[in-house]
């Protein structure tokens, strides 16, 4: 999680840049697992992005 915010806190970073075979960004791979941590990473990427992301497709056109 520490980690995660400190890269969020670097300049350019993009937290709706997609990659792997499914051209996910970091939420959608955080938002499928379902640990403690998991949730924390969430809401910091949340906060980085802003609401626009959470209506973000990736590559097979789910949200």
Do not use: Y
């Not at 949730?39 to 590559?59: E, F, N, P, Q, Y």
Request: charged residues 25%; glycine residues 12%; aromatic residues 2%.
């Amino acid at each position: 999680e520490d980690i995660v915010k400190l890269l969020l806190s670097k300049r350019g970073v993009d937290p709706f840049a997609t990659g792997g075979s499914r051209q996910q960004t970091a939420v959608h791979l955080v938002a499928s697992r379902q640990t403690g941590t998991a949730t924390s990473i969430l809401r910091a990427l949340l906060t980085a992005a802003g609401k626009d992301i959470r209506l973000r497709i990736d590559g097979r056109g789910k949200v």
